[in-house]
């Protein structure tokens, strides 16, 4: 049990479907974040809430959509992906400044969606 | 803007002995946190060590201890009695300590793949 759970954990999708992905944590974390894992890169960080509140938005396409209905639950709505959108979607939480935590609180991640695109 | 580089791509130890990982970052912030992260096949990014720039006593978790040279901004992994179970892909990562309304960003290194030889 990693406190952090993602579904699904594979997901193939065509250029023109919509899908979504899931993360939910069970730690009482206030922060949570979406990064994006691709090959020979280093980890992209893409969204962060904070109490369900989008707090940062990382030039991200409008392809991607998030959603934070409350602090345990964290959605990526995707439509209209590009084959260059392949990648790991990692989801991590932590208690972030405004729930108290320190700098140094680390981030929990996920086991990520391993997303292709075709 | 702050960047970390690991300038390994990959490093392969003897099973028992000790591997040492580099870790370089820029930053104009004289207050900050690093970390190292590792990430097994499952795919999940798990909390290694982490260090506050504030101390000038470098990390130790049981086999993994740092390297944290301030003005050189260098922040290298020791690991020792190199186990099979250690054998992943690692990352470093920076945070700032600025207390910011957002999230807790951290910003990644492009890893290291370890492999460790029986």
């Given at each position: 049990e990693t406190g952090v759970t993602q579904t699904p954990r594979h997901l193939v999708m065509g250029m023109t479907n919509k899908k979504s992905l899931k993360c939910e944590q069970h730690l009482g974390h206030n922060a949570m974040y979406w990064y994006k894992q691709s090959a020979k890169k280093p980890l992209e960080l893409m969204f962060v809430y904070n109490f369900k509140e989008q707090?940062?938005?990382?030039?991200?396409?409008?392809?991607f959509s998030p959603e934070c209905p409350n602090s345990s639950h964290l959605f990526l709505h995707l439509h209209t992906?590009?084959?260059?959108?392949s990648a790991l979607y990692l989801c991590a939480s932590s208690q972030g400044p405004m729930g108290g935590g320190r700098g140094n609180s680390p981030l929990h991640f996920g086991n990520g969606t391993r997303l292709t695109v075709t | 803007a702050q960047t970390v580089t690991q300038s390994q791509p990959e490093m392969s130890v003897q099973e028992a002995e000790t591997v040492t990982l580099s870790c370089t970052y820029d930053t104009s912030e004289s207050d900050y946190y690093l970390f190292w992260y590792k990430q097994p096949p499952s795919r999940q990014m798990i909390l290694v060590i982490r260090q506050e720039a504030y101390k000038q006593q470098n990390a130790t978790e049981n086999r993994f201890s740092v390297n944290f040279q301030k003005a050189a901004k260098s922040f290298s992994l020791k690991i020792s009695?190199?186990?099979?179970?250690?054998?992943a892909m690692y990352f470093c990562a920076y945070r700032s300590a600025r207390r910011e309304t957002s999230g807790s960003r951290l910003t990644f290194g492009e890893g290291t793949q370890l492999t460790v030889n029986p």
């Open positions: 707090t940062e938005n990382n030039s991200v396409p409008s392809r992906l590009q084959p260059e959108d | 009695d190199s186990q099979l179970g250690d054998a």
